[in-house]
């Protein structure tokens, strides 16, 4: 039976003045009239049913999460007492779905993605489910029409045999992300796939390889195990989560284990990682102006206004700018310096006073 | 008996989103702690002593103007009940004083210049007040530091003879503000001196000016002298106001005068016209941000950023750029096109929604 685990644990730090700690990206409406999360749950609900559907998150957005998905359960929320990143989040959604269900495979979703259209979607990991069930983990590749740097690679070696409606591949190898010289090559390459940080694979399968390469991680997993369902529970996965290492699934296991494999999707996937992303999402005027809210422009172009109906912001003789305004917020950002807005939140947080616009 | 007059009927739409039609640049603290009116009453009194001292305004200002100068009485109030430039304003202005003084001297001031300092000031007022009895028409030409398009020049011509304690010249020509180039040539030339906009006369001399040079202008304003101080004088100034034509006293009498002087004074002198001209007055931090309010910076240089204690502002790699927020107000404009905020207000007004934010 095909799980789903909706990773919604980020902080959206580079979406800030919108994203803040109490309501990151992820739990807002970015590109679309819904919210992320809302995107990524309608993406494979009703075909996934709600009680197969699980979200790992913070305990801070447990009321949200159910606020925007009324037919989550609150037992489907796997919450992590604190961050330790994607391996120990990714082992116990594993452990805690596998103890339901021993031949569960677990398709593993960022709450923060574009992907269209749904129908290729769901053919993907329909096609995904089959490799999975063959002991591999699969990875959806993404074929670049741009030398991006902002996304890791997947090299592919040799197609995978057997009935599948796309191309899957065995991964020679995966690829940090690139230098812009580095990703030209790779373009021209044309076998190295952008790594969507989706993965597929039975849930038996991730715990062993967790129990070849991350031992240490694979006893606490195993304990908490014995835990669930105990009044222990709770109290054991404290304990132990505060004592795993943080690591992330690619460094953990994707990047060791021997049984990976690479399906060559054929949907739109984008993974808007900053203000200067949704120029590929959203269209501009004829001078290259998104705007929403109450804005004025005067000889500006090629920017992102974002405003709201309580105020207006008027733009003048400004290029390749971003303005965000949120309530008390306002973010000023030179497109390209949309990976510096984390520095704001840094310096807010150094001076200790205003937290509250973190 | 010197009077003076303070010009305070502007718009200042070049200071939007902090000028607004309600409250226009003069009534605002734009270089220093008190208002820009503040600053220029303060500048004569109490040397001219309150009941010498008159405000040109809109009907709209009158409340305003009394809360910001308790040394005003209401009846020192000029209100011009439509705009029309400054002559009608100078000429009713004259009208008024004169008919009470027939020897008065006047120095009409503009609300939102920056003069310092003040005894600067006043040596070189009680000088133009020397030559203005001779039957002067003074004006005070500050001696250009830079090749400043911005302003008018004026060209001057001889020494006036005289015991004076400032070098004042007879007048040779008025100058439209220049192109770039020009303002070179006119500041090598030596001769060349920025037109203050600042005037000192007898009440007498000037209404003789404007009899010969204005003379429908001139019949209204006699009209209104016979009204004064009865039962007519609103419903006359308003009659006559809605008729005068709207023209500047630089137009209308000094480019036409043969007796204009020219007072060089020794105070520093800026019309502060645009919220680019702040830097002339205000210092930066190391990286050349001028700031107040609650600003963050990151990676950004030589920018204006003025905000409040109500809102956080975060400038991320950006350079030459203002950002003001004042209430649900908010500019961005670059440093190159502060001229051009006024299309800002054009365009809201043409939307004709939203007016409250002109």
């Not at 594993?94 to 979703?109: K, M, P, Y």
């Not at 284990?257 to 501009?284: M, N, Q, T, Y």
Request: charged share 30%; aromatic share 8%.
């Amino acid at each position: 039976m095909l799980y789903a685990v909706i990773i919604a644990g980020g902080k959206g730090e580079r979406f800030w003045p919108r994203s803040v700690r109490a309501r990151p990206k992820q739990f807002q409406r970015i590109v679309t009239a819904r919210t992320m999360l809302q995107e990524t749950f309608y993406r494979v609900y009703p075909e996934i049913p709600g009680e197969r559907i699980f979200i790992g998150a913070g305990e801070q957005h447990r009321n949200i999460i159910l606020e925007q998905l009324e037919e989550v359960d609150g037992g489907n929320l796997i919450v992590e007492p604190v961050g330790r990143n994607t391996a120990p989040a990714i082992g116990l959604a594993s452990c805690v779905i596998s103890s339901r269900d021993s031949e569960a495979v677990i398709a593993v979703l960022s709450a923060d993605h574009v992907v269209k259209p749904r129908g290729a979607f769901l053919s993907a990991l329909s096609d995904a489910e089959k490799a999975a069930e063959q002991g591999y983990i699969v990875t959806f590749g993404i074929e670049p029409d741009r030398p991006a740097t902002e996304f890791g690679y997947i090299e592919v070696a040799e197609p995978l045999k057997g009935d599948f409606g796309h191309e899957i591949f065995t991964v020679k190898r995966f690829r940090e992300k690139p230098s812009l010289e580095l990703a030209e090559e790779y373009r021209m390459a044309g076998t190295f796939l952008w790594n969507s940080g989706m993965f597929i694979f039975r849930a038996d399968v991730l715990l062993g390889a967790m129990e070849k390469y991350m031992p240490a991680l694979y006893r606490g997993l195993m304990r908490i195990r014995t835990s669930l369902g105990t009044a222990e529970e709770q109290r054991v996965i404290e304990e132990e989560f505060s004592g795993f290492e943080s690591i992330s699934i690619d460094y953990g296991v994707m990047e060791r284990f021997d049984r990976i494999a690479c399906l060559k999707p054929r949907f739109f996937w984008d993974d808007v990682g900053s203000w200067g992303a949704l120029e590929r999402h959203l269209k501009g005027d004829e001078r290259g102006i998104i705007r929403s809210g109450n804005v004025v422009t005067v000889d500006s172009e090629s920017s992102i206004v974002l405003g709201d109906e309580e105020s207006i912001i008027a733009l003048v003789g400004m290029q390749d700018t971003i303005v965000v305004k949120e309530g008390g917020r306002i973010l000023v950002c030179h497109k390209n310096a949309d990976q510096k807005i984390k520095d704001v939140l840094r310096k807010i947080a150094e001076r200790g006073e205003n937290l509250s616009y973190l």
